[in-house]
């Protein structure tokens, strides 16, 4: 005890005040040396402070009550170790070494040293207070480079990039939230900032100004963020309002931030253009120092990330290239082989086709115009297949002008595919002015009927890519396996609808029309237009196998927009030959009356010929109206509006329906030649026929049967006054044996 009345009897005596005397340095000396100095009286914890040191710590020069009445201004995070290190300097033992951290009113955040010095008395334990900040920031911007160049270097995106960008700058900065604003497009195309990325560690209070950044979207024209975009300048805040330009403000406040730090990102591109992508912000719990490091590492930064695109840029363009043909841009041999390897093994694709492509009369070209004119038809050929191709299509070129496209799809849709691809090498090529024509040869694979890898499905689609060229090149051939009949058939009908494209190219197509006739009198009252195709061979292909092969694509289309412009040219034909009111029927697929441009381009073909839409009977099934009727009613309707004629097909074999019957807007009705076959002697049938003539009768709708092939089946449909078609009165014939039939009967008459 009685060693501690005479430690508090020093401080009572002038000793205190005289070492403290004797210790004070000149205070220009302090400041310049960026250091205070501090005394303690270790018994009653009295601290006293030089000018320097006192200002330092924000508190008055002089005697204080006890070493926490001079810490107010210490960061809370960093009171418990500055108050340990004055209880251990109370207490004495080994030196006082403690960094911390005090808020300054206008500088902001500042670092300090406290170290401990040789005691001059027992009684008393003194320091000094130095300012270390300067040399915190130096050592702080040297790891936070280090540490920032690493970031970027091994990131793979830039997104990614930016994430640990700003998640470094918070935890070695001392910044609470971070985030980046990059420059986007909304639905309007107006340049939009959008909070992509951020970071804020667990701070939970920070979760509702996180959500809100997140779902804002800013023009440059209004906040903060898009005035610092606009403007390229760097902007504080200090203190939060609900007011203001600054539109998260009071959400910011409520979050516990005090102040923050806005600044662009820019960098100059190659050509000498300053470009903006984004804005970086970050915000603080604390009132933050103007002189702060962050500013000073703004540069940096954007510059950085500039790096970072610039060399990820290069990076993809170097992939592209390892993956890439260098003249076409398609997928090189290496690559192709890659994604056929990944098809075949990741079950995404149950089933996907390979096509292998060769061009035709290309070597020619580069032996006549030289090897720039080659380069020309694979550079443009490479682009029309780009275009023709499904978006998940993979084309390669496999080397010179053998080319390969991945694709998945059907058997007919590969098939699709690759007449497209035909086309577009059918399709001239101009070099320097001149057209240049080749073709294409074609082999299609499929798996994994034709194969399970890359090598089996290459060779099995080189193998039909042979085929075509050995039968005349310029054609579609798929892979044949001899073991399979199924498949031998499906190619069979596949290469029949190759065969029927390039038919509808060369006009290998003709037309035979087929009587109806009056049957009480015999007279000609129409004629039903029947396509027919003629190989170059001479061979006449029945249209029961192809018609069903076309229908199952949009060449059925094309084929009957065909059969009307040959009508219109042959009724002319007719009118001259005195059949003046010959009306021509045609049939037309379920496609064709879905089309809503149908009855505009049926009126524009008939104008042009020179004759009216009264001459036209279109003749459709009922399963071809049924199959999508909300589309192919009103365009019926707008037919008949024009003038034109429609009649049911095959009445009663379909839905066969008096409500479908009542719906449309029909002029006939033909009843199907499987009833006719049973007149007169089966009861049943006999009875059907009667109904439906009954039924178009009291309808004001014409009935036709058709099929008619004997004498008794033409007797009873005479007494109904039925017209009548079939081979029994007349088989098909050209329109000059149709015309030279009509003279010949009009001279008996005579």
Request: with cysteine; charged share 20%.
């Amino acid at each position: 005890m009685r060693g501690n009345s005479q430690a508090e009897s020093v401080v009572d005596t002038p000793l205190w005040q005289s070492i403290v005397a004797r210790s004070i340095v000149p205070e220009q000396i302090e400041d310049l040396s960026a250091y205070g100095r501090w005394w303690l009286a270790r018994a009653r914890g009295q601290m006293s402070l030089s000018m320097v040191a006192a200002a330092y710590l924000g508190v008055a020069a002089g005697e204080h009550a006890s070493a926490e009445a001079c810490s107010t201004h210490v960061v809370p995070d960093d009171l418990p170790s500055f108050s340990a290190a004055m209880e251990q300097a109370r207490h004495g033992g080994a030196p006082l070494d403690c960094e911390f951290r005090l808020i300054d009113p206008l500088e902001g955040v500042r670092w300090f040293r406290l170290r401990s010095l040789v005691a001059e008395s027992a009684a008393i334990s003194s320091g000094v207070l130095i300012d270390v900040t300067s040399v915190k920031h130096a050592a702080m911007r040297e790891k936070f480079n280090f540490a920032l160049t690493q970031y970027l270097i091994g990131t793979d995106t830039l997104a990614e990039a930016v994430t640990k960008i700003i998640e470094l700058v918070c935890l070695d900065l001392g910044w609470e939230w971070g985030a980046y604003w990059e420059l986007g497009q909304d639905g309007s195309d107006a340049n939009i900032l959008h909070c992509k990325h951020f970071w804020h560690g667990n701070n939970a209070r920070l979760v509702p100004f996180q959500l809100c950044s997140e779902a804002m979207h800013i023009s440059p024209e209004h906040d903060l963020v898009g005035r610092v975009w606009r403007t390229g300048q760097a902007e504080w805040i200090d203190g939060f309002s609900s007011g203001g330009e600054f539109l998260r403000g009071a959400l910011a406040s409520a979050s516990g931030l005090q102040s923050g730090y806005l600044f662009p990102v820019t960098y100059v591109t190659a050509d000498g253009s300053l470009h903006r992508p984004g804005v970086l912000e970050f915000f603080s719990n604390f009132p933050r120092q103007r002189e702060a490091q962050l500013p000073d590492l703004s540069a940096a930064i954007g510059a950085l990330i500039a790096l970072t695109a610039q060399r990820m840029t290069q990076q993809a363009q170097i992939r592209r290239l390892a993956l890439s043909d260098e003249m076409t841009g398609l997928a090189n041999r290496k690559h192709f082989h890659a994604a056929l390897d990944a098809a075949c093994h990741d079950g995404k694709q149950p089933s996907f086709g390979v096509l292998y492509i060769d061009l035709d009369q290309f070597k020619p070209i580069n032996d006549a115009l030289g090897h720039q004119a080659g380069n020309c038809v694979l550079i443009e050929f490479a682009r029309r297949m780009q275009a023709v191709a499904p978006r998940d299509a993979v084309i390669g070129r496999l080397g010179g002008d053998e080319f390969a496209i991945l694709a998945s799809g059907s058997v007919l849709e590969l098939d699709m595919l690759a007449q497209a691809v035909l086309q577009a090498a059918r399709s001239v090529f101009i070099y320097e002015g001149s057209e240049l024509s080749v073709s294409a040869s074609i082999g299609i694979s499929v798996f994994p009927q034709h194969g399970s890898s890359t090598a089996e499905l290459l060779h099995a689609a080189d193998a039909a890519m042979y085929l075509s060229k050995r039968n005349g090149r310029n054609l579609v051939s798929h892979y044949q396996d001899d073991g399979n009949r199924a498949q031998q058939e499906l190619a069979g009908q596949l290469a029949l609808l190759s065969e029927l494209h390039h038919a509808h190219a060369r006009n290998e197509f003709f037309l035979e029309y087929q009587a109806i006739f009056d049957s009480v009198d015999g007279r000609v009252c129409a004629v039903e237009a029947l396509i027919r195709w003629c190989k170059p061979s001479g061979e006449i292909v029945r249209p029961d196998q192809f018609i069903p092969i076309a229908e199952r694509s949009r060449l059925i289309v094309h084929l009957g927009r065909w059969v009307v412009e040959q009508v219109c040219r042959d009724l002319p034909l007719m009118h001259a030959a005195g059949m003046m009111h010959m009306q021509v029927h045609i049939n037309m697929a379920a496609p064709e009356f879905l089309d809503s441009e149908l009855p505009a381009e049926l009126m524009r073909i008939v104008s042009q010929a020179g004759i009216t839409s009264d001459n036209i009977c279109l003749e459709l099934t009922e399963s071809a109206v049924m199959s999508q009727p909300e589309k192919s009613i009103p365009i019926m309707r707008e037919l008949t509006s024009l003038g034109f004629s429609i009649s049911l097909d095959d009445f009663g074999i379909a839905y066969s329906s008096l409500s479908l019957v009542k719906r449309l807007p029909l002029s006939s009705l033909k009843i199907d030649r499987l009833f006719i076959s049973g007149v007169p002697h089966d009861r049943d049938d006999c009875a059907i026929v009667r109904a439906i003539l009954e039924l178009g009768r009291n309808m004001k709708i014409g009935v036709i049967a058709e099929g008619v092939e004997t004498d008794a089946q033409l007797s009873f449909l005479r007494q109904f006054g039925c017209p009548v078609q079939g081979y029994l009165l007349g088989r098909p014939m050209s329109v000059t044996a149709l015309i030279a039939r009509h003279r010949k009967t009009k001279l008996s008459s005579l």
